[in-house]
Nanobody
Framework: QVHLVESGGGLVQAGGSLRLSCAASGSIFSINVMGWYRQAPGKQRELVAAITSGGTTTYADSVKGRFTISKANAMNTVYLQMNSLKPEDTAVYYC?????WGQGTQVTVSS
């Protein structure tokens, strides 16, 4: 079993930055890919960024060049550095590992 806990969300003005963290516990040896998803009100949950245990990353087009996903050496902590935030980045951000999801953390970007 894997347990995920996100932290680092909050309210920020457009153009600002936030750093999200996802702490994984339990059977972390089984984790090959971890990702950050987000869900805005009235919209479907979408992939923001993902990283493999080998360090390969992928990003949604909407965040390329602004967001960076990284991890600790072991897949026990994954980060999402978000720069140049826009109001449209406002959403609940969820950490994911396989079938496991964190509880979500709210990110609100004011214009």
């Amino acid at each position: 079993q894997v347990h995920l806990v996100e932290s680092g969300g909050g309210l920020v003005q457009a153009g600002g930055s936030l750093r999200l963290s996802c702490a994984a516990s339990g059977s972390i040896f089984s984790i090959n890919v971890m990702g950050w998803y987000r869900q805005a009100p009235g919209k479907q949950r979408e992939l923001v960024a993902a990283i493999t245990s080998g360090g390969t990353t992928t990003y949604a087009d909407s965040v390329k060049g602004r967001f960076t996903i990284s991890k600790a050496n072991a897949m026990n902590t994954v980060y999402l550095q978000m720069n140049s935030l826009k109001p449209e980045d406002t959403a609940v951000y969820y950490c994911n590992a396989g079938r496991k999801w964190g509880q979500g953390t709210q990110v609100t970007v004011s214009s």
